[in-house]
């Protein structure tokens, strides 16, 4: 299983940008994928997921952050509008699948003024 990510850059405050998360390998019916987020000097922080549930976000970016998928292309997105300065950090993706937990690359979100 590989995650490949993309959709990170440089934004001002108030911008939007948004996060791909493409999966391949012998995978299907996936119910647990997500996103964290780890800014410098800090902990590693989840930011949105998907469980058997449906999707959900973190309260920290509720209203702004939203998740979503595709299930024909096994990917999942992460779409950041009304961007703050404390949104910057590596985003990483990640899903569940057979008892293991799978990565992405990890993609800088850099919010500056």
């Known amino acids: 299983v590989q995650l490949v990510e993309s959709g990170g850059g440089l934004v001002q405050p108030g911008g939007s940008l948004r996060l791909s998360c493409a999966a391949s390998?012998?995978?299907?019916?996936?119910?647990?994928m997500g996103w964290y987020r780890q800014a410098p000097g800090k902990e590693r922080e989840l930011v949105a997921q998907f469980t058997r549930d449906g999707g959900a976000v973190s309260d920290s970016v509720k209203g702004r952050f939203t998740i979503s998928r595709d299930y024909d292309r096994n990917t999942q997105y992460l779409q950041m509008n009304s961007l703050k300065a404390e949104d910057t950090a590596i985003y990483y993706c990640?899903?569940?699948?057979?008892?293991?937990?799978?990565w992405g690359q990890g993609t800088q979100v850099t919010v500056f003024s």
């Open positions: 990640y899903l569940d699948w057979v008892g293991r937990r799978y």
């Open positions: 390998g012998d995978i299907f019916s996936i119910n647990f």
